[in-house]
Structures are given as C-alpha cells and as structure tokens.
C-alpha cells in the first residue's frame, strides 16, 4: 500500500457535538457550526482547510498521520498528497503563521502533521477516528475490509495462513518487491480480522523515513503519546489485556525496530497477532515466515491453447490487466504462446506482469515481448495512483538495492555478468572478486539470499542454484555499466591531472 491513500479505509467519524468552542491566539473555532473567528470577524477558510484544522485541534500536539487528513477532507476522493501540502499552505496563511514568530501547524516528516498551538478548550468533544469509538490514529479495518484488487492465484495462500494465524501470533510474509506481499497481508487480515475486532489495526510502515521509529509512530496514532514515557512501554501496557490484530506493512527498511517493537509487545500480550510484510524476515523467535512464490507460469514445454495457459494465474493477471488497458488479440497459438513465454521472461511477479501487460494496445504482444530484453522495461509506468516504489519496475527494484550494504551492493552488481542459474562456486568466485575474504563473500551472497535480490532455485543434482529474476538482472547490469563508466572517468581525469 506504502504511498497509497486510506480513505476508503476510513470509518466515518461521529460529529462534534454543536456549541462547544475552541480558543488559539487571536482565533475562535466552533467546530459544531463549522466557523472560525478571529477578534470577533468572520475568517473565510474553504471546507477542506476547515475539516484539516477541526481534525489536528482535536489531537493537539499529537501527530495527525497525513492520510487521515485526506481522508476527513477529500472523503471517498482519490487525490494526490500535493493536494493536502497546498491546503495547508492555505490554512497557515489564514492563520497568519509567520507573523511574529507565530506558529500553529507543524509539519513531521514521514508521518504528517501537528497543532502545537496553545488551546482554551470549553468542552470541545474529541471526535472519534475508531468504530470502538477510541482516540485511535491507526487507521482501522473496515469488516470486511476493502481489500486491493488482483488476488489472482493467492486463494490457497490465504486460505493456509489463515489456519497458521491462531497458533503462530507472528506471520513474516516475505518476498521480492512487487510479488504482491501487501495484497496478501490485506487479505489475510480479511479473513481473520473478525476474531480480533474492534483491536484490528493498520500500518503502512513505508510512510516512515529510514531510521524512523515504529514505536512512538504507533504510540501517536493510537494516542498513547501523552508524558515522557517510552513509547515501546505504553505499547506493551496497552495490548498487555488485548486480543488484537497488526498488520504492520512493507518493513524492509526498518526491519531491526519493527523486530524489537513486535518482540516487546509479543512478550507481555499474549493475545496481540502481527502479519507482517517485508522484503526480508525479521528474524526474532516466534516468527513463522512465509515466502510468498510468484504467480503460477506455463512451462516452456506445454501446449499454446487459451484453455490450457489460461489455467496459470500469471496468464490470467496478464490478459485481464491487458483487456482492461484496451489491448486485444486474437485467441491463436502463436498469441497464447507469446503471452506464456511474457510471463515467464517476467517470473510470475505481479507488478512485472502488471506494467507489461498495459503495453499491449501500444506496442502489440511480439514488440512488447522483444522490449522485456531492453532497459525500458524497468521504466514502463504502472497505475497512476501506486505507491512510489511501484510506479515502474526501477522504483521497485531501487527501493531494495538502497537497502543494500556497499559490499552487498557490489556483489549484486557483478552477478549481473556470469551465466544463471549458477552454482554457489561460481557465485562466490564473483563475490570473492569484489571482497578480500570468502566469510564476507558468503555474507554478502547470504544477505542477497535473505533480502530477495538472489533466488535460490532446486539444481538437477539436489545442489542449490541461484539466480537473479530477469528485471533485477537487467538493473543490476545497467548499475554495473554505470560504475565501470564512472570508474574509467576517474582514471581519465587523474590522467590528465
């Protein structure tokens, strides 16, 4: 979900209650009668301004996650996050921020915003942003909750870890960027969900920046974040008695915190689950970890006939995505066979399959096929509103080789060049090319292995093989190129002083 907006994730809020108002500075708000007031004057402040002010006064000096603002204000509305930065800009110039020194919104990155102003209140109900009615800021499931589309091929899945969940209290579901861990998650949340509400809560930890901290981020939004106590602690006091339910969502960059936190909680609440999702395992005892494989693709040696390709969930996402993009082809062998060979040339991964797939009513199913052997393929667009790291295969690819350490990032690179799928020998011959020692190579080829960057698939001798997946192959390749160029610019430079 990551960059995704909530708002259909929402419940809505119950109203404030009329006649109560709120003092700040020169201002006076009545929530009830939707007014804002300074010295006695009228202030003319557009709806959606209003709405954001009404939510952060109610949490004062509490950090407001920014897609519960664009949910209250643009309700059921797909907008882009600009939207909610000019409407801020908007609403602290009506507010005269600035003016000497004189500050009432304060932005917190990564996460959202706050009032720090200081308020009169006169009985000013809090509104609640929970259907248990708690002052809750992690934004709630809906029962059943609205899942993303495309479960294509996941039913079993789903169905297997639903019947883990009651004894395993933590599920690690893990995989390469864009297989689909977040619809699982989401999924599987559904199904479960019911057993643990209202204590059913939601994550999206990708909305955290590097070097964030999940346990005061969890604490605000679930409004815990009152003295100077340790976050983790008034955490663990508050699902010490629960029986809940936390899907925490794509935390790969910052695997080491989410590992304490969910250990911490886990050790005083018996009854708290966690679904996690993640590029890489946490590695912490209780977690049972599930790697989530790609989408089911026809072998090279099957038959070409719709009614028989059709039967692999990677076909069925690639002309469904198609059809719904506008392409259309005739039901042929050769078509079904060039729609097979796609999805195996982009290893069942959904988001692959996804970008390719709204190619076809542009370039055709032969030219699409021939383009998945360039760069190109890693920068085709995907879905407008997708988070970031899912806009093209690039972003996806980047948001894991980031998280790379340099001698990891080396080895990456250099995998690029030999022949796949390889033995460990070979592999670690290029790793040892980059590194001094064989215990830092096998570390490095370990932390590829763990980081989803470096598949290991069954040899014919029952001896592991390992292999890059072709658009990570196709990256690492162009980063090579890219350091070798600047590498040979270097040396140029120091030879003409």
Known sequence: MGDCLLSDLLTDPAPTECGETVSFGPFRLY?????????????????????????????????????????????????????????????????????????YVQNVPGIGYCFVGQLARENLAIRNVNPAGENTGIVPFHSPIPGPAGLLGRDETIRNLAAILPRQRLISIVGPGGIGKTTVGISLANAVGAAFMPEVHFADLSELPDGGMIAPALAYRLGLSEGNGDPATYLAQYFSNRSALILLDNCEHLVDDVARTTERIMSTSPDTHFIVTSREALRIKGEYVYRLSALAIPPEAMPTKAEDTNLYAAVELFVERALASGASFEHTERNWASIAKICRRLDGIPLAIEVAAA????????????????????????????????????????????????????????????????TLDAVLAVAAHRVAEQPEAMEAVEGLVAKHLLLVVPGRDDLPRYRLLESERIFAQEQLRNAEIDQFSGSTRNLHG
Request: aromatic share 4%; no cysteine; hydrophobic share 40%.
């Open 31 to 103: 929530p009830g009668e939707r007014r804002l007031e300074r010295a006695g004057a009228v202030i003319s402040l557009g709806s959606r301004a209003l709405d954001i002010l009404i939510v952060l006064i109610e949490h004062a000096g509490e950090v407001v996650d920014r897609r519960i603002l664009i949910a209250r204000a643009w309700r059921n509305i797909v907008v882009d996050e600009s939207n909610l930065r000019v409407t801020i800009a908007s609403l602290r110039k009506a507010l005269g921020e600035g003016e000497d020194g004189t500050q």
């Open 359 to 422: 190619r076809i009513a542009t370039f055709g199913l032969a030219e699409t096929s021939s383009l998945l052997g360039t760069r190109s393929r890693l920068q085709w667009r995907g879905r407008r509103n997708a988070p970031a790291r899912h806009r093209n295969l690039a972003a996806s690819i980047d948001w894991s080789h980031r998280l790379l350490s340099e001698t990891e990032r080396l080895v990456f690179h250099r995998l690029s060049s030999i022949e796949q799928p390889a």
